[in-house]
């Protein structure tokens, strides 16, 4: 995230409010998030670029030796960084103050200590996915250092996996997480759910199982069928979501990855999987009696794949045909890079 402050806030002479400013300032020095600093530099620097904040009563008060020297050294070297457009399209933007629009110090704590949390329907598993596109995205020529970053994450376990056990349970999972005291008013910056369609084809909506989840996320009736705002996630929604384009996460492994994962299957099945269409393949439900691979342990075996030594370009092949409008990047993005771009907004 990018952390920017509203200088009065630095003006503040309450004490629990100068101790919390402090736990934030020190908690920006492991590099977990970015600091605008052109907002806070005149509380950091006179006007002739000396450092005074080692004057500042919250310096003074809630910071030692030690510590008031690590902050200048930190200080000091992001104050002619620049951050890039890229992490200003992508990354989540928090003003710290107490104004309305602002993000109380409180929260802001929060939001930056507290892990981030995917919530999605086997934590397992669907790990692996998530896991597995955030690797091979790194290594693209597009918004890597994003997806460097959500890799990275991942590896540390700032982010977490929330199994919610089937779509049934995604609300109670995620209401469960919004009233807990860790995400207590902080949600919208710290949770993300991603589940399957389970659609049989492209205009597909299986109302039973996700009309009532998607009207919880936009507090609204959705229509039947679905308009394409219905479906899609708005800023405006309770917290980050998406639903799958394709069926279930096993429909986004290329043929090429899955033939050379599957050692036992025959000529004939690759020959009967060949033969169908991207379409027929995004919908495709894969299970031993009508897909010829019935040796394969679909649900522990395919999200195993997206973890092998493969190139994103097969991923981007394999969505070429559903690609999504990116505003922030005003261009076409695929599904999967869509998906990441979300998880971004809460690291």
């Known amino acids: 995230m990018i952390i920017s402050f509203n200088p009065a806030i630095f003006q503040t002479q309450d004490d629990d409010m100068q101790s919390i400013l402090a736990d934030i300032l020190i908690e920006l020095l492991e590099n977990n998030h970015f600091i605008d600093t052109r907002s806070i530099k005149s509380i950091f620097f006179d006007n002739d670029n000396k450092y005074i904040f080692n004057q500042n009563k919250i310096a003074q008060a809630h910071f030692s030796d ?3 020297q690590n902050l200048k050294d930190y200080i000091c070297k992001k104050i002619n960084q620049n951050l890039t457009q890229l992490h200003r399209n992508h990354l989540t933007h928090l003003i710290i103050g107490t104004n309305p629009e602002e993000i109380h110090p409180k929260d802001a704590f929060k939001i930056l200590t507290e892990r981030s949390i995917i919530i999605v329907e086997n934590g397992i598993n669907d790990r692996k996915f998530i896991e597995g596109i955030a690797q091979k995205y790194s290594s693209s020529k597009e ?3 994003i997806y460097v970053l959500i890799s990275n994450a991942i590896k540390r376990e700032t982010i977490e996996f929330d199994n919610a056990g089937g779509s049934g349970e995604i609300q109670k999972r995620i209401q ?3 009233n807990a005291l860790r995400y207590f008013n902080i949600y919208k910056y710290k949770l993300v759910a991603i589940f399957d369609s389970d659609k049989n084809f492209d205009n597909d909506f299986n109302a039973r199982k996700y009309k009532k989840l998607i009207e919880f996320f936009k507090n609204r009736e ?4 679905p308009s394409e705002n219905d479906i899609s996630y708005e800023d405006h929604d309770l917290i980050i979501w998406h639903i799958l384009y394709k069926r279930e996460l096993e429909n986004y492994i290329p043929l090429e990855i899955l033939f050379k994962k599957a050692p036992l299957i025959t000529q004939d099945q690759k020959d009967h999987l060949s033969s169908k269409s991207e379409s027929d393949l995004d919908f495709l439900e894969y299970n031993k009696n009508n897909n010829k691979i019935g040796q394969i342990k679909i649900k522990e075996e395919f999200p195993e794949m997206f973890l092998g030594d493969f190139s994103y370009r097969l991923l981007e092949q394999r969505c ?8 922030e990047a005003n261009e076409l993005v695929s599904e999967l890079e869509q998906i990441l771009l979300k998880i971004a907004k809460i690291i």
């Open 66 to 68: 030690t510590k008031r």
């Open 320 to 327: 070429e045909h559903h690609k999504v409008f990116l505003p």
């Open 222 to 225: 959705i229509s039947n069928p």
């Open 176 to 178: 469960y997480l919004m």
């Open 143 to 145: 918004r890597r250092s």
